[in-house]
């Protein structure tokens, strides 16, 4: 079994993502700015840059060149206390945890990243927002100045779930023939303190309650955590680049035209 590091490991899907992949055997290296006994290890804020680095730093240590995957969970909501911050932590907090970890994925075999975006992002697909082209030239400050002229959670949110699956698909290609797979998760309405907090907020939380899935209920971590397991595994050797919608049938419901 390997060694695997999961963002977010101290909440909602990526606590569960930690909990499957403990239970197959795998050593975890959880990642997160709230500290919780069970698998998080580094604690760091993921929204900036020496955070980052303070993470990469870490999990190289505790992995010891043994790292084969990394799982990024982290991510805030339409709630956050600024729409900046969306953009750093949803983009910035995942690209730059990859780019400084590839180098460790590629001393073993088998290495596999996965993403975890959202359905929100497909808001952005008719037109993306200017702040989906900063996220991927690499530019944080413009990003966050555009976040914060247009000073609206929800877009930012959308092009940051949009834009980190543009470039999970961008490495994906570039990458696939040194053998590393990189896939996207898209889950829908999942029951965790995240989505809690949306329906509770109160310019938010109608739309969000009223928006049901053709399942009739919203998701539980464990059911995003399954397909991240399978995602990781060797199973899915032949999967890369690809968005996998865990959303109850939210997608097709949106996009009942479009694929
Ligand atoms: P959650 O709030 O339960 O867990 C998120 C975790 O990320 C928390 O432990 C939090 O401390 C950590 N985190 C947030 N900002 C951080 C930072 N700056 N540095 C380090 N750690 C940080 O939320 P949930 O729902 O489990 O979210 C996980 C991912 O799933 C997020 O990327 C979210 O956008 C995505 N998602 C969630 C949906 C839902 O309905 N719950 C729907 C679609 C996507």
């Known amino acids: 079994m390997s060694v695997i590091a999961v963002t977010g490991s101290a909440s909602g899907i990526g606590a569960a993502v930690c909990e499957l992949l403990a239970n197959q055997g795998h050593t975890i290296i959880g990642i997160d700015r709230q500290t919780d006994e069970k698998f998080t290890q580094v604690s760091t804020d993921l929204s900036s840059p020496q955070g980052r680095n303070a993470a990469i730093e870490h999990v190289k240590a505790l992995a010891k060149g043994q790292l084969s995957g990394l799982v990024c969970c982290a991510g805030v909501g339409v709630t956050a ?11 910035f907090g995942v690209t730059e945890l990859v780019e400084g970890l590839k180098s460790d994925l590629y001393q073993n075999d088998n290495p596999a990243v996965v993403v975890i975006g959202s359905v929100a992002a497909t808001a952005q697909l008719a ?83 009223k928006f049901v899935a053709p399942v009739g209920r919203a998701g539980q971590p464990a059911e995003i955590a399954a397909t991240v397991g399978f995602l990781i595994s060797e199973q899915a050797s032949f999967i890369t680049g690809s968005v996998l ?3 109850g049938g939210m997608d097709a419901m949106v996009r009942a035209k479009y694929f």
């Open 245 to 247: 919608f865990v959303d």
């Open 81 to 91: 206390p600024d729409a900046a911050l969306i953009t750093s932590v949803n983009f």
């Open 127 to 209: 037109g993306p927002h200017a702040m989906v082209d900063a996220m991927l030239g690499g530019d944080e400050t413009q990003t966050r100045q555009l976040a914060q002229s247009a000073n609206a959670p929800q877009i930012s949110y959308a092009a940051s779930k949009y834009a980190v699956t543009c470039w999970a698909r961008q490495q994906a290609a570039a990458e696939g023939n040194k053998g590393l797979r990189i896939n996207v998760v898209a889950p829908g309405a999942v029951e965790t303190p995240l989505h809690q907090a949306s329906k509770e907020d109160p310019r938010f939380g109608e739309a969000v309650k």
